[in-house]
Antibody, heavy 119, light 109 residues
Framework: EVQLVESGGGLVQPGRSLRLSCTAS????????MSWVRQAPGQGLEWVSF??????????GYAASVKGRFTMSRDDSKSIAYLQMNSLKTEDTAVYYC??????????WGQGTLVTVSS | QSALTQPASVSGSPGQSITISCTGT?????????VSWYQHPPGKAPKLIIY???NRPSGVSNRFSGSKSGNTASLTISGLQAEDEADYYC??????????FGTGTKVTV
């Protein structure tokens, strides 16, 4: 059974940093691209970032709203994907979901972790 | 990248069919067949119900079907049931090698 478990969320002040982790199980992590999607309170889903597998050079992509501030990485030996979030803004407040990408389709989702950016 | 356009809400009676539209551009929905649909019940994780325009993952009811014409994709739920009440989102891969979600549709039964 595919499982994705996010951790690392919490309350952080504007301008500070936070790192989210996504621990995967139930599939060969290194064979898949991974992605982060967020949902701000009362808003819709917003794609944030992806990282391809080592086969594809671990290439990354980011939404314009986070490019230059967020960095996604992965540790295939631990089956963990990370999202390093710097220079956080109040508008980054959201539930952050870790997702798996199969082919070019986002298929499985974690339960999400809440990030609150507030002074 | 602007969000794909969906109706804010759609409602129907049990047993009826409803269709949710998802309108994008030549750079996303119109350019690729990588359009997916997700069911998102309140407080739960989203669930993939349609991928690559019209394919259903194993275990998803055949009451859910998808299609696409030009820059608009559609999700049809037939034989509407109370358990279908949720928010529904479309998603597309884009020419910029990114992803974009729809604005979301609240389905009420």
């Amino acid at each position: 059974e595919v499982q994705l478990v996010e951790s690392g969320g919490g309350l952080v002040q504007p301008g500070r940093s936070l790192r989210l982790s996504c621990t995967a199980s139930g599939f060969t992590f290194g064979d898949y691209a991974m992605s982060w999607v967020r949902q701000a309170p009362g808003q819709g889903l917003e794609w944030v970032s992806f990282i391809r597998s080592k086969t594809y050079g671990e290439a990354t992509g980011y939404a314009a709203s986070v490019k230059g501030r967020f960095t996604m990485s992965r540790d295939d030996s631990k089956s963990i994907a990370y999202l390093q979030m710097n220079s956080l803004k109040t508008e980054d407040t959201a539930v952050y979901y870790c997702t798996r990408i199969r082919g070019l389709n986002i298929d499985y989702w974690g339960q999400g972790t809440l990030v609150t950016v507030s002074s | 990248q602007s969000a794909l356009t969906q109706p804010a809400s759609v409602s129907g009676s049990p047993g009826q069919s409803i269709t949710i539209s998802c309108t994008g551009t030549d750079s996303d929905v119109g350019d690729y067949n990588y359009v997916s649909w997700y069911q998102h019940p309140p407080g739960k994780a989203p669930k993939l119900i349609i991928y690559e325009v019209s394919n259903r993952p194993s275990g998803v009811s055949n009451r859910f079907s998808g299609s696409k014409s030009g820059n608009t994709a559609s999700l049809t739920i037939s034989g509407l049931q109370a358990e279908d009440e949720a928010d529904y989102y479309c998603n597309s891969y884009t020419r910029s090698s990114t992803y974009v979600f729809g604005t979301g549709t609240k389905v009420t039964v």
